[in-house]
């Protein structure tokens, strides 16, 4: 028979072992399912993406809550609409045999992302929706959600019923953006956001893959009128919010407005892009035993955050490192995405229910948003 340990090192080498599984298991376990997302298996894809599609069709349109607050119920119902055309539309495009199974959800989506009814409250605050009209010298940038939406309609579907208000829209958008010496137009009266004009671009720039229309002359000029405005020089952040028709900062610069920038700017001036992805990786990462989150606040900065950024814990924001997902895979970067991946299992709660699945942490917003981030594809 062989002899038996000493206790004290059986002792000893059962707590080396204990902490060996601490550190790798939980790591392994949320992160299996990365690798394959990363790389688009459509496997790895669909179960998600059934669960958008589902809930898209089965909607009678309109918000999906009611808060009582007017503009979250309407922004969030924008948020859903449109992130289940970018995520529907990336699977497609990783997977066009699935365009026949997905397209009608898309569609669904389209039609009630452009209904004035979705967002009562920008129409009562302009006096008008953009989808009916952009007055000369107007803002309206929250439309850039809608018109992103449509152009990823508009690049899986060319004949799609959505063209001539896509063509209408993207037009007074251009007019407002290229013209505007900052770079920068109002969200709402007196409201300027500099993340939703990186999605104003970005749905410009997705017109433009649609279309065939060549703008690179202009995105260029207006990359360095917002580049000088807009973003955070030392630290390559980009400010959450200026002082309308300045450059004026009123906010700090903070993850989770750069995360959806380095997103959605990509379809239009990816070097833009690129640079902002790349104050993310040098300044925002934080990893804790193979987990990881994308700080809120730029180096020197700190704050409470708000709605954007969601939840904090240990100078990570939920929205920052959410957002963060889009942008790592867009710019192929396999270990942050693997990073934000793993703490988005571990604290969204994966659920599957026979060939769906979900996030349970989240509901159908948090849903549509982690779909489109986790399927993100280099345009």
Same mark, same amino acid.
């Given at each position: 028979m062989p002899r038996l340990l000493p206790l004290h090192l059986r002792a000893l080498l059962f707590l080396a072992s204990t902490a060996v599984a601490i550190a790798l298991v939980p790591r392994f376990v949320a992160g299996w399912h990365a690798n394959a997302l990363f790389d688009g298996n459509r496997d790895a894809q669909d179960p998600l993406a059934r669960h958008i599609a589902h809930q898209i069709i089965n909607h009678n349109g309109g918000v999906f809550y009611k808060s009582g607050a007017e503009r979250f119920d309407g922004q969030s119902a924008?948020?859903? /609409?449109?992130?289940?055309? !970018?995520g529907l539309g990336q =699977?497609?495009? $990783? &997977?066009?045999?699935?365009?026949?199974?997905?397209?009608?959800?898309?569609?669904?989506?389209? $039609? /009630?992302?452009? $209904?004035?009814?979705?967002?009562?409250?920008?129409?009562?605050?302009?006096?008008?929706?953009?989808? =009916?009209?952009?007055?000369?010298?107007?803002? &309206?940038?929250?439309?850039?959600?809608?018109?992103?939406?449509?152009?990823?309609?508009?690049?899986?579907d060319k004949n799609t019923r959505h063209a001539a208000l896509h063509d209408r829209i993207t037009a007074d958008l251009r007019r407002e953006l290229f013209a505007s010496p900052t770079g920068m137009i109002e969200t709402y009266p007196g409201e300027s956001w500099p993340p939703d004009i990186a999605v104003v671009i970005g749905s410009i720039g997705l017109h433009a893959k649609a279309t065939g229309l060549d703008i690179r002359a202009d995105l260029d000029t207006w990359a360095t009128r917002f580049?000088?405005?807009?973003? &955070?020089?030392?630290?390559? /952040? !980009?400010?959450?919010?200026?002082? =309308?028709? =300045?450059?004026?900062?009123? $906010?700090?610069?903070?993850?989770?407005?750069?995360?959806?920038?380095? /997103?959605?700017?990509?379809?239009?001036?990816?070097? !833009?892009?690129?640079?902002?992805?790349?104050?993310?990786?040098?300044?925002? #990462?934080?990893?804790?035993?193979?987990?990881?989150?994308?700080?809120? #606040?730029a180096p020197g900065f700190a704050g409470k955050g708000d709605g954007n950024a969601g939840p904090i814990l240990l100078g990570a924001s939920v929205g920052a490192s959410g957002f963060g997902l889009g942008a790592a895979r867009m710019h192929g970067d396999r270990d942050g995405y693997t990073y934000l991946y793993r703490s988005t299992a571990l604290a969204g709660i994966p659920l599957t229910s026979g060939d769906q699945a979900r996030y349970g942490a989240g509901g159908i917003l948090g849903d549509a948003l982690l779909f489109a981030m986790l399927t993100a594809r280099r345009p």
């Open positions: 924008v948020a859903i /609409y449109q992130m289940a055309l !970018l =699977t497609i495009l $990783d &997977h066009p045999e699935k365009r026949d199974e997905y397209l009608p959800a898309m569609e669904r989506a389209a $039609d /009630y992302l452009v $209904d004035p009814q979705t967002l009562t409250y920008a129409a009562r605050v302009y006096g008008e929706h953009a989808s =009916t009209r952009i007055g000369p010298n107007g803002g &309206h940038a929250y439309v850039g959600y809608i018109n992103m939406g449509l152009g990823m309609l508009r690049v899986i580049t000088q405005c807009a973003v &955070h020089e030392p630290s390559g /952040y !980009l400010y959450q919010r200026v002082k =309308t028709g =300045t450059c004026k900062p009123v $906010d700090a610069p903070r993850g989770s407005g750069t995360a959806i920038a380095a /997103y959605a700017i990509a379809f239009a001036h990816q070097d !833009l892009a690129r640079k902002l992805y790349g104050a993310l990786s040098a300044h925002g #990462y934080i990893t804790i035993a193979g987990f990881g989150g994308i700080r809120e #606040y």
